[in-house]
């Protein structure tokens, strides 16, 4: 696979997943359907369970937040993004 | 030439500010007129300001109630409703059982804390006649302190009480902000509950946070400071 097949992006952690991963950002790669294609928060989710395992569990109980707004599985990601993984939120 | 221009934006800014704080009344009143107010460049100025310093915040410092009651006073408010989340010296796990917490530690995603803070804020504004103030404390709280303070103005009392139960409702659903409690014997993280439709997922939701806690302790909180 070459560069324009894979979209590696910075994902920052907190809390519960923090600790998990003993780190506060990740780096995931994410194989494109087509080079140069655009991949969704869903295929960030799937790329993350298989490279970090130890999360796998949590995430499907966890929001995605793209420059700092929740996102759904659909919203599509760029290089750029400051992708960070919300867990459940405890405020108040 | 590029460092005049971000001196000149700072100084407007603190004018503006300045100019804010003399004019209370007034730009409180231009913030209950929403819309018209948001066609305004200048009155959006003073929004971001006025939220960022006054409106909307987190911080590490220990939150005075008086704080969030002066941001919202005016001279046409009748009612004024407060609301403070306070730290408690207990907390319940999912099995039931009371446990003792030494103290908690309250962490955020800081920018996107603050966007949201902001975005209840003017929601609750929004929905109600009222001026709406909140805040919230990260790090580390001891037992009694006060981890978020909320307040409300309005003409009358009925706006001023729902508007701040939806606050700090909604603060507890989407304001990125964790809570640690800890124990004598270990720390877990605690999440907040969610509505009734959604109950499968939270207890499943909870059950993965606490095989992922680095602690033995079989508890996972509902709350802790309300």
Redesign the interface.
């Known amino acids: 696979m070459n560069d324009d097949s894979i979209l590696s992006v910075r994902v920052?952690l907190?809390?519960?997943?923090r600790?998990?991963l003993k780190r506060d950002e990740i780096h995931v790669s994410i194989s494109l359907a087509a080079k140069g294609s655009t991949p969704f928060v869903a295929d960030l989710l799937a790329a993350c369970a298989a490279q970090f395992p130890?999360?796998a569990?949590?995430l499907p109980?966890i929001r995605v937040?793209i420059n700092?707004?929740?996102a759904t599985l659909e919203t599509p990601l760029r290089a750029d993004d400051e992708i960070?993984f919300?867990?459940?939120?405890?405020?108040? | 030439m590029k460092d005049f221009v971000v001196s000149a934006i700072i100084a407007i800014l603190f004018l503006n500010s300045l100019f804010i704080c003399f004019e209370k009344n007034k730009c409180l009143e231009v913030m209950r007129n929403g819309e018209e107010y948001l066609l305004s460049f200048d009155a959006r100025i003073f929004n971001s300001v006025f939220f960022a310093f006054m409106m909307a915040t987190i911080t590490e410092e220990r939150l005075r109630l008086q704080d969030a009651v002066g941001a919202v006073s005016h001279s046409r408010a009748g009612a004024l409703v407060t609301f403070e989340g306070v730290v408690r010296d207990h907390s319940r796990d999912l099995s039931g059982q009371t446990r003792e917490v030494d103290y908690l530690e309250y962490e955020a995603y800081r920018p996107m804390a603050e966007r949201e803070m902001a975005r209840v804020v003017c929601e609750a504004q929004k929905r109600w006649d009222v001026v709406c103030a909140a805040s919230h404390r990260v790090g580390k709280l001891q037992i009694g302190e006060t981890a978020v303070v909320i307040a409300v103005s309005s003409s009358h009392r009925d706006d001023a009480f729902q508007a701040c139960r939806f606050a700090i409702d909604r603060i507890k659903e989407t304001v990125p902000i964790w809570k640690k409690e800890v124990a004598r014997d270990g720390f877990w993280w605690v999440e907040n509950p969610v509505e009734q439709s959604a109950k499968s997922t939270v207890e499943t939701s909870a059950l993965n946070v606490r095989a992922l806690n680095v602690t033995s302790t079989p508890a996972v909180e509902q709350q802790s400071a309300n």
Do not use: M, S
């Open positions: 920052l907190f809390a519960v997943l600790d998990a130890v999360i569990p949590l109980h937040a700092c707004e929740y960070a919300i867990p459940p939120v405890a405020g108040g």
